[in-house]
């Protein structure tokens, strides 16, 4: 079972996402059974933030001075989810990116919210798109 500590710096958040851990609780109790983690409890921390923090996060951790949608730290360079209780790492997602256009309605903005954080669980998990196979193997998990 997968639990998710969520943490908000950006009010902004609040307006359009009301309920945030239970939101994405449910979003990782309807993953794939190979994701959900049966009989073992895998945690990770989610902090909803902002173009401005990001960017500095994304400066000082790996050296490119610009935000962006995402950000995902493995706790672990190798993920092996072996104990009962695993602790994957922290994602970081930015208000900015995902509510534009301003006007896109609420339906597209979860969406975009629900990809975006698939893609930075599956970096948690190992996964990344440096190379191009590995860039196909990504998007294919992401579709699941």
């Known amino acids: 079972m997968i639990s998710i500590n969520v943490f908000s710096e950006e009010r902004a958040w ?21 994701y959900k983690f049966l009989n ?24 490119k001075n610009k935000s962006t949608d995402i950000l995902s730290f493995p706790f672990n360079e190798k ?11 922290d994602i970081i997602i930015s208000y900015n990116y995902i509510d534009n256009p ?7 903005f979860k969406e975009k919210l629900i990809k975006t954080f698939i ?7 190992g996964f990344n798109h440096v190379k191009n196979k590995d860039y196909k193997k990504m998007l294919k998990e992401e579709e699941l």
Do not use: D, M, T, W
Not at 79 to 89: L, P, R, V, W
Not at 119 to 125: Q, R, W, Y
């Open 79 to 89: 993920i092996k989810i072996i104990k009962k209780k695993s602790y994957i790492g």
């Open 14 to 34: 609040s307006k359009r996402l009301k309920k945030k851990e239970l939101f994405f609780n449910q979003l990782c109790k309807a993953f794939p059974k190979k």
């Open 119 to 125: 893609h930075g669980f599956l970096h948690l998990l």
């Open 102 to 108: 301003k006007s896109q309605k609420f339906q597209f």
């Open 40 to 63: 073992k409890e895998v945690s990770l921390s989610l902090l909803l933030s902002n173009n401005k923090k990001i960017k500095r996060l994304n400066k000082n951790f790996r050296n």
